[in-house]
Structures are given as C-alpha cells and as structure tokens.
C-alpha cells in the first residue's frame, strides 16, 4: 500500500484517502458537516457514495444539491464549495481521466 495517502483538511473536517486504481488517481472522502472552499488543478469527478452534499461550482450561482449515486464534475484551475446536507457524508474522487485532489 505505498501508494496510498491520508490527506486532513480544514482542522479534520474533510479527510481524505488516496490511491490508484484501474482508472487512474482517486480518493474517498469523508466531510463532516460544514462548509468547505477548495482550488482544483486538474478537473474533478465527484460521486457521493454516502448521504448527500450541496456543491457550488466556478460558474454558477446557486448551490446544487447531490444525494447518494449522483455526480458532478469540477473543471480543471476552478474554485468549488462543498456543505454536507447530512451528518458525515461520504464522497468519492474518482478520476476517469481527470487528475484527482485528494479529498
């Protein structure tokens, strides 16, 4: 497991898991309630594997609402916001060709 990583953010309130997979770079996150500000590099696919988040992307001015199954994609030198709707929900970095940040 070498190449797996622990990332904390934001005083522990996001948590992270790094490693590869099949597709590439990916992480599994876990965001305690709260509302988060993060700068992309590389473009971004985001799974909610757990619960449900609000997200505010580069570009539009309404947070959208994301439950467990959905996605939503963050372009590559862009700003987003996260804010769990439920206690401790867990999300999914998943790369498909995008480079991940770790969350």
Not at 47 to 54: K, S, W
Not at 79 to 91: A, E, G, S, Y
Request: charged share 20%.
């Amino acid at each position: 497991m070498s190449d797996t990583s622990h990332n904390t953010y934001f005083d522990g309130g996001v948590q992270s898991l790094g490693f590869e997979n099949a597709s590439g770079r990916a992480t599994v996150g876990v965001i305690a309630p709260g509302t988060y500000d993060f700068n992309t590099d590389g473009a971004e696919l985001m799974t909610v594997v757990a619960g449900a988040i609000e997200a505010i992307v580069d570009g539009e001015s309404d947070w959208e609402t994301y439950p467990k199954g959905s996605r939503f994609e963050v372009p590559a030198s862009s700003h987003f916001q996260v804010r769990p709707k439920l206690l401790r929900p867990t999300c999914a970095n998943s790369s498909e060709n995008r480079q991940s940040s770790a969350y």
